[in-house]
């Protein structure tokens, strides 16, 4: 079975004001992740969660890419279709194989 080794992180995107949002703290730094490509992303979220131990609830979570620059920038790219494989998304597979990438949760 073919594997992809990503780091990945989440992003903590509860609302600061809520009084019902919980005080989470920052995520930690990524962390790697071995993904297979031929299993449905959506199916591996519930492992990812738990390795990030995000406190993200799993009809809550996707994963997108994101691209670091030099000097530690970036940009959010796409979105993973979960209902896929790795192997299905060719154009998401090159960038994550570059190993400029980073899966995180919105």
Request: with cysteine; glycine share 6%.
């Amino acid at each position: 079975m073919a594997n992809l080794l990503c780091r990945i992180q989440y992003v903590n995107d509860a609302d600061p004001f809520a009084s019902t949002s919980g005080n989470y703290l920052e995520p930690p730094r990524a962390v790697t992740y071995t993904f297979s490509l031929h299993i449905p992303i959506g199916d591996q979220i519930p492992a990812v969660i738990r390795t990030l131990r995000a406190p993200h609830k799993l009809d809550e979570a996707a994963l997108q890419i994101y691209k670091t620059y030099e000097g530690g920038s970036g940009d959010f790219g796409t979105y993973l279709d979960s209902d896929l494989a790795l192997s299905d998304q060719p154009d998401e597979l090159e960038l994550l194989k570059s190993d400029t990438y980073v899966f995180s949760f919105p």
